[in-house]
């Protein structure tokens, strides 16, 4: 009979996945590329609010988009029509986007060089959070009539973002949906999240938004001269 | 729903660690995982199962210590364990202070894998 022994692992659980996104993120960093990953649930408004992103900033700075979608690439053809280069993941029935496939997009996304690399991550608040994918900011977007209880449901997600984006504000009046309520329950779990209310469909608070974004992308450059 | 890759990662992480011990079977592998992760502990034995099957990790228990959460009051340092899956509004029980830092609950890691060295044991494959 074989001796038994204790191994002592102490490595955390994804240390690939996570070796993999700081890899990504120090090439980025090398080529002064920013990268975003965003998160929502589906519907909450990503493509509308990456659309508006675009129209801001298009001028200031070189986009990129990686949609990732289960199937369809109904996203990255709205995308691709502002004239940005999109690649579409097709996660085929993955539920988040992991650092090798940002990796692939990336790889897609050449020999182009950007400013700005936004990550449509696939809708949903559960998978995505638990995926470092080599972003320098994680956004996540929380839209009105998701309701107001959704940090108490998917906290991680809230603790793992820099950012909350409460897009459809313009429906504020048709549901019950308790901002202050909201925030109280976002920064118990996160108390550094920035927090900007936006609607994507009528343009109100996109540039307290594109503005913070903007200036994260400067500061980035800055930090690397 | 993420817990098959997931558990890859944890199984990959066993076939490089037993072969760099030489091991010949893996008996237990002890993960620490905090509250605050959403991994369901069904699934993933479910799946660690069925990715260790026909290999030489078959058999070995997987032992998921769930960790509480335990946050720290920002104004009154104040450490309470929190039900995150209560949900209900996170507050300081002594102060009603509502900014916080994790003290643990989010922990993710493999800690130990305990195996059989030696030759006579079962082939590995």
Same mark, same amino acid.
């Given at each position: ?29 090398d080529?002064g590329? !920013? ?19 675009i ?5 200031e !700075? ?8 289960i199937?369809?690439?109904v996203?990255?053809?709205?995308v ?10 097709r ?27 936004i990550i449509?991550?696939?809708?949903n ?5 638990e ?7 994680n956004a996540m977007?929380?839209?009105?009539p ?12 809230f603790t ?22 909201m925030?109280?329950?976002?920064q118990?779990?996160n108390?550094?999240i ?5 609607s ?19 500061? !980035? ?5 | ?5 997931? @558990?890859k990662s ?7 660690y037993?072969e ?5 079977k @893996? ?7 905090g ?6 502990n ?7 199962g069925y990715?260790?099957?026909?290999t ?7 032992v ?7 946050m720290?009051?920002?104004?009154c ?8 899956h209560?949900?209900?509004q996170? /507050? ?7 900014e ?6 989010? /922990?993710?890691?493999? /800690?130990?894998m305990?195996?059989?060295?030696? /030759?006579?044991?079962?082939?590995r494959?």
């Amino acid at each position: 009979m074989g001796k038994i022994r204790l191994i002592e692992v102490k490595e955390g659980i994804l240390s690939d996945n996570k070796a993999l996104a700081n890899e990504l993120r120090r090439k980025l960093r090398d080529k002064g590329t !920013f990268m975003l990953n965003l998160m929502s649930s589906p519907g909450s408004g990503k493509t509308s609010l990456i659309l508006r992103t675009i129209d801001a900033l298009k001028d200031e !700075f070189r986009i990129g988009v990686i949609e990732a979608d289960i199937a369809s690439t109904v996203d990255s053809e709205k995308v691709a029509s502002r004239g940005i280069k999109v690649v579409q993941l097709r996660t085929g029935g993955f539920c988040h986007l992991d650092a090798t496939m940002v990796s692939e997009g990336l790889d897609a996304l050449e020999p182009q060089t950007f400013d700005l690399v936004i990550i449509e991550n696939v809708g949903n608040l559960v998978c995505p959070a638990e995926f470092d994918t080599g972003a320098m900011r994680n956004a996540m977007i929380l839209s009105i009539p998701e309701g107001d209880d959704k940090p108490l449901k998917y906290p991680l997600m809230f603790t793992v973002c820099d950012v909350l984006v409460v897009n459809k504000i313009d429906t504020m009046k048709v549901f019950d949906f308790d901002i202050n309520a909201m925030k109280k329950r976002v920064q118990a779990l996160n108390s550094n999240i920035r927090i900007f209310k936006t609607s994507a469909k009528t343009g109100e608070g996109i540039d307290s938004w594109v503005n913070w974004l903007a200036k994260e992308i400067k500061g !980035f450059r800055e930090n690397d001269k | 729903m993420h817990e098959l890759p997931v @558990i890859k990662s944890i199984f990959d992480m066993c076939v490089k660690y037993a072969e760099a011990n030489n091991a010949t079977k @893996i008996l237990s592998v002890t993960l620490k995982v905090g509250e605050i992760s959403d991994l369901q502990n069904e699934w993933m034995q479910r799946y660690f199962g069925y990715l260790s099957k026909g290999t030489f990790v078959e058999g070995a228990k997987l032992v998921i210590e769930r960790v509480p959460l335990v946050m720290r009051c920002k104004k009154c340092s104040e450490s309470f364990q929190v039900d995150i899956h209560a949900g209900r509004q996170i /507050e300081c029980p002594r102060c009603k202070g509502t900014e916080f830092a994790y003290v643990s609950g989010k /922990e993710y890691r493999v /800690e130990t894998m305990e195996v059989v060295c030696g /030759e006579d044991t079962a082939n590995r494959s």
